[in-house]
């Protein structure tokens, strides 16, 4: 009934912007200005996909009413849009897909008219380049508030990047209810979903790890004696039904005085190996004062790429503490030196054969020069590793120094140190926060989570990515009402992009989440 009611809210709001639309068209006489018009989002001199929805965007001008022009660069295609007082610009979908295809590789023009009184005023037109790559059509991500206290009205959904359609694939419980005050989070798909395998996890009441396979939904209790914590970031194998999980012991703490609002820290992390077809796990390393987080494969399914801290501290917590007293005791001496610890990029060689990894291997050592790293991403063709460097820690999502990096792996493969062949990526970094990234299918598109419209909110930008290894300008993800990504008092988490749609019904999953008779126990190696 709420999304009958929701979607006749929609529809009844689309007729009447409609109705009130003026009509579009260009005017005869304007008077041009310099300084160019004032647009949210700020699609001005971005790449985009040729398969990408709308760019629709408002104009913060004076103005009763305005017009905008899109022309493909050879003057053959055109589209014309008007807006009234609100400067909302919507795009028709057919109108934009036309143009999209018939100017891959090369550029379109925009030209925004202001009426003012009985004159137009022209703003300078600005540019977006129509790239030859696609995009895959499909993103999802975590909703949550951006608040500490309670579970409430979160949930995993999945949007279409052809189009402003969003689904949710699990909600926690009815939105005004008190009663399902459950975690939701990592939606992490194998290989972009082609294989229709997924899962996330499910913290607090009903808690457990939501494994999809096509429409088949189960749930695995994944804590047992031989792993730290619980099972926390995977990553899955690209081939095999294989994850590495980190296993983590994490909390939170709070700032009484800082720009940063939350410090979220492990005071334990080790590196666990989980074969989904046998429902066994075992560990790959498990050490005391190292702290092993944010696993991924290479493409090949060869090598992991992890990242790791040494926190001496950590070794003087007395073993004879167990249980939740050596918990408290490893969680305050970590609080207590916070801005201390610092991870760098690891990597594990591994035999898909004999199921084993190597010893750990040095790839940057990120404290020597005062930084940070953390969610090594590796491009699909093996040649990037995408990562975000910060001060200290690994949960850069709450820190404002937190930028993107790459590193070119084939260079580092050729002889060249790593310490040289890493840079920011300059055009997609803010000055604010930019924290978890994915890569596209093709490695030509990263998604990324950033803070730079108002520090408050992460919002995905999507950037392209060439085959040289520049980063263009990013653009905030399309809606049908260009302001609702500030209306919107949600953050987005965790995006990930996939090639095709979850197969598995919000029912399906649903119950696999609440049947905690149907739940199965991880086995022990």
């Not at 929701?6 to 109705?19: I, P, R, Y």
């Not at 914590?229 to 983590?248: D, L, M």
Request: with cysteine; net charge negative.
């Amino acid at each position: 009934m709420r999304l009958f009611i929701n979607t006749l809210l929609v529809a009844a709001a689309t007729l009447l912007a409609t109705a009130c639309k003026p009509d579009a068209v260009v005017p005869a006489e304007s008077v041009d200005l310099q300084a160019p018009a004032r647009i949210y989002p700020d699609y001005s001199n971005v790449v985009i996909p040729p398969n990408i929805a709308p760019l629709n965007f408002m104009v913060r001008e004076e103005g009763s009413e305005f017009v905008c022009r899109i022309s493909s660069t050879d003057g053959r295609n055109e589209v014309l849009t008007a807006a009234g007082e609100d400067g909302k610009f919507r795009i028709d979908s057919l109108e934009w897909r036309g143009i999209l295809q018939a100017s891959r590789g090369n550029d379109l023009e925009v030209n925004v008219y202001a009426r003012r009184g009985d004159k137009w005023m022209h703003y300078p037109p600005f540019h977006i380049t129509v790239a030859t790559d696609e995009i895959d059509p499909y993103l999802t991500y975590r909703l949550i508030e951006p608040s500490y206290e309670l579970y409430r009205q979160l949930g995993i959904y999945e949007r279409c990047l052809t189009n402003f359609h969003e689904r949710p694939i699990y909600e926690n419980g009815d939105t005004y209810s008190l009663n399902n005050n459950h975690c939701v989070n990592c939606h992490t798909p194998q290989q972009y979903g082609t294989g229709g395998n997924s899962l996330f996890h499910v913290r607090g009441d009903h808690g457990g790890t939501i494994f999809i396979h096509g429409d088949r939904v189960e749930r695995i209790n994944m804590k047992n004696d031989s792993t730290l914590g619980n099972a926390v970031y995977p990553a899955w194998h690209p081939a095999k039904p294989w994850i590495v999980f980190s296993s983590n012991l994490t909390g939170q703490a709070f700032h009484i005085i800082d720009s940063d609002k939350i410090e979220v820290i492990d005071y334990g992390s080790d590196l666990v190996f989980y074969d989904v077809e046998e429902n066994r796990i075992s560990n790959i390393t498990k050490t005391t004062v190292e702290m092993e987080t944010f696993p991924t494969w290479a493409p090949d399914g060869k090598r992991l790429y992890y990242c790791s801290a040494t926190f001496t501290p950590l070794g003087e917590v007395p073993d004879t503490l167990k249980g939740e007293d050596h918990t408290l005791a490893c969680s305050d001496s970590v609080i207590s030196h916070y801005n201390q610890v610092r991870y760098r990029l690891m990597t594990l060689d591994f035999d898909p054969s004999s199921r084993r990894f190597s010893a750990p291997h040095l790839l940057l050592d990120c404290p020597a020069m005062a930084k940070s790293a953390t969610l090594p991403r590796v491009s699909p063709d093996g040649r990037w590793l995408l990562f975000t460097m910060g001060d200290y820690g690994q949960f850069h999502i709450w820190h404002k120094t937190s930028d993107l990096y790459i590193m070119d792996l084939h260079a580092v493969a050729q002889g060249i140190s790593p310490a040289e062949a890493y840079r920011p990526l300059e055009a997609a970094n803010s000055n604010n926060v930019e924290s978890y990234h994915t890569w596209s299918s093709n490695g030509r598109w990263i998604v990324f989570s950033s803070r730079r419209d108002d520090s408050s909110y992460t919002r995905p930008y999507i950037c392209y990515f060439d085959a040289e290894g520049k980063d263009y300008k990013p653009f905030l993800l399309p809606q049908e009402d260009p302001e609702m990504n500030l209306s919107r008092t949600k953050s987005y988490n965790i995006p990930e992009f996939a090639k095709h749609p979850v197969k598995a019904s919000f029912d399906n999953i649903r119950r696999a989440v609440y049947d905690d008779e149907a739940v199965r126990r991880v086995k022990t190696q």
